[in-house]
């Protein structure tokens, strides 16, 4: 099966033949299951859109089509496409001569979503709420965050060299969606970072480090969102990216948050 990507200038190409050439009848393409969960272009600025079923002259059909994702797979390959030719013309139907060939895709959805830094806290509401970075604010100017050199705790160490803080509240949250929600055969999740000036914890307290040394890990969704947190030691900037990749390392889907330090 193959991934589709919600929300994305990364469309699904598809190729469609029909050999040999100058065969009679017609070719029709349906979606057998999940319809509803896709778009089907002509081409990939999405101006010309074809709706299933489509049935062209045999040899008239296009040699690809550009798959959109509409809404997340609810299951792996819960979307399936059937190419069908019928020896006979089109507005005919006497079962003479088919076959098909079918596709199954799995739909993917991914999501970041940084939150404002807390205040005194820790926690939120001391005195500002908990506040989502705009969409169109993730990557440009994308989220504030305090460089972590304070000493939360009192222990007279900074905080950047402790592994845990229970006080701590100079790390960003940052919200994690993806569905289908577990990794499945064919593709995995994969948070990722371009630069150590961040780390990435499982806990507001820090706790388990999930990018320290490492500058990417998988993840696993068996619930979605997850939460992660993200600290900024000795500050610069840096980029964190979330992304649906397959097997062979194609990424199909991301979506990425930039941080700065104030």
Same mark, same amino acid.
């Given at each position: 099966?193959? +991934? #589709?990507?919600?929300?994305?200038?990364?469309?699904?190409?598809?190729?469609?033949?029909?050999?040999?050439?100058?065969?009679?009848?017609?070719?029709?393409?349906?979606?057998?299951?999940?319809?509803?969960?896709? !778009?089907?272009?002509?081409?990939? %600025?999405?101006?010309?859109? #074809?709706?299933?079923?489509?049935?062209?002259?045999?040899?008239?059909?296009?040699? =690809?089509?550009?798959?959109?994702? /509409?809404?997340?797979?609810?299951?792996?390959?819960?979307?399936?496409?059937?190419?069908?030719?019928?020896?006979?013309?089109?507005?005919?139907?006497?079962?003479?001569?088919?076959?098909?060939? !079918?596709?199954?895709?799995? /739909? /993917?959805?991914?999501?970041?979503?940084?939150?404002?830094?807390?205040?005194?806290?820790?926690?939120?509401?001391?005195?500002?709420?908990? *506040?989502?970075?705009?969409?169109?604010?993730?990557?440009?100017?994308?989220?504030?965050?305090? #460089?972590?050199?304070?000493?939360?705790?009192?222990?007279?160490?900074?905080?950047?060299?402790?592994?845990?803080?229970?006080?701590?509240?100079?790390?960003?949250?940052?919200?994690?969606? =993806?569905?289908?929600?577990?990794?499945?055969?064919?593709?995995?999740?994969? +948070?990722?970072?371009?630069?150590?000036?961040?780390?990435?914890?499982?806990?507001?307290?820090?706790?388990?480090?999930?990018?320290?040394?490492? %500058?990417? *890990?998988?993840?696993?969704?068996? *619930?979605?969102?997850?939460?992660?947190? /993200?600290?900024?030691?000795?500050?610069?900037?840096?980029?964190?990216?979330?992304?649906?990749?397959?097997?062979?390392?194609?990424?199909?889907?991301?979506?990425?948050?930039?941080?700065?330090?104030?």
């Amino acid at each position: 099966g193959g +991934l #589709v990507c919600v929300c994305t200038n990364n469309l699904t190409k598809i190729t469609l033949k029909l050999q040999p050439a100058g065969l009679p009848g017609k070719v029709t393409l349906s979606a057998e299951k999940g319809g509803n969960l896709i !778009r089907v272009w002509k081409n990939t %600025n999405r101006t010309d859109q #074809v709706t299933l079923p489509k049935t062209w002259n045999a040899g008239a059909q296009p040699g =690809a089509l550009y798959i959109e994702g /509409v809404a997340a797979s609810a299951a792996v390959r819960d979307v399936e496409l059937k190419l069908e030719y019928d020896e006979t013309p089109q507005g005919i139907n006497s079962g003479l001569f088919k076959c098909e060939d !079918r596709v199954k895709l799995t /739909v /993917v959805k991914i999501d970041m979503t940084a939150y404002r830094p807390q205040t005194e806290g820790p926690g939120y509401g001391s005195p500002f709420q908990r *506040t989502a970075v705009p969409a169109d604010q993730k990557v440009s100017p994308g989220a504030g965050i305090r #460089v972590n050199g304070d000493d939360d705790d009192d222990n007279n160490i900074p905080d950047r060299d402790d592994m845990t803080v229970s006080s701590e509240n100079d790390l960003i949250e940052v919200a994690l969606d =993806a569905a289908p929600p577990a990794t499945s055969d064919g593709f995995s999740y994969v +948070l990722k970072r371009n630069s150590s000036n961040i780390k990435v914890w499982n806990s507001f307290t820090k706790g388990t480090a999930l990018l320290d040394a490492n %500058n990417e *890990t998988n993840l696993t969704f068996d *619930t979605s969102p997850i939460t992660v947190w /993200v600290e900024n030691p000795n500050g610069g900037t840096a980029d964190l990216e979330l992304q649906a990749k397959t097997d062979s390392g194609t990424v199909v889907c991301t979506d990425k948050i930039h941080f700065y330090p104030f």
